[in-house]
């Protein structure tokens, strides 16, 4: 894991497992499985670290690979963060560190956010974050993440 990338996160402590094929493997607490660590999982990672610990989101509210529906089209929003009711309050799109956020980024947030409607649009490729508001007259950008 000492290959990857140092991300603008608080740093997080993973435990890991090589496969049967070399593949360095992260347990995922939130879905009770080992997934292959590759730098998108490495930034999804710390993302879900960062909403528990700093933005105080119990981690029964965030969903990862949160299914969307697009032109019946399956698709999966990377992190979902729901409500008491468990209706999305925040859609998360991880990239791997060298994928910069671009407006190609935003584009398919605000897509997927057609169908679930959540308040806030979470960008990041873990050097870079933004959030985006969602108000009556469109998407304003905000300095920080929301607390929830």
Request: overall charge positive; proline content about 7%.
């Amino acid at each position: 894991m000492s290959q990857l990338q140092k991300l603008n996160f608080p740093p997080i402590r993973l435990r890991a497992r090589r496969n049967a094929a070399g593949k360095v493997e992260v347990w995922n607490e939130l879905r009770n499985q080992y997934l292959v660590l590759t730098p998108e999982e490495w930034v999804r990672r710390h993302l879900v670290s960062y909403l528990i610990h700093s933005c105080h989101v119990p981690p029964q509210r965030i969903v990862e690979e949160y299914a969307v529906r697009l032109n019946s089209q399956p698709q999966r929003a990377d992190v979902v963060v729901v409500d008491s009711e468990g209706r999305p309050l925040a859609v998360a799109e991880c990239k791997a560190p060298e994928v910069a956020i671009s407006e190609q980024t935003l584009s398919q947030a605000v897509r997927y956010n057609s169908v679930l409607g959540a308040r806030y649009l979470l960008l990041t490729n873990g050097l870079r974050h933004y959030c985006w508001e969602k108000t009556p007259t469109g998407y304003v950008p905000r300095q920080h993440f929301p607390t929830f």
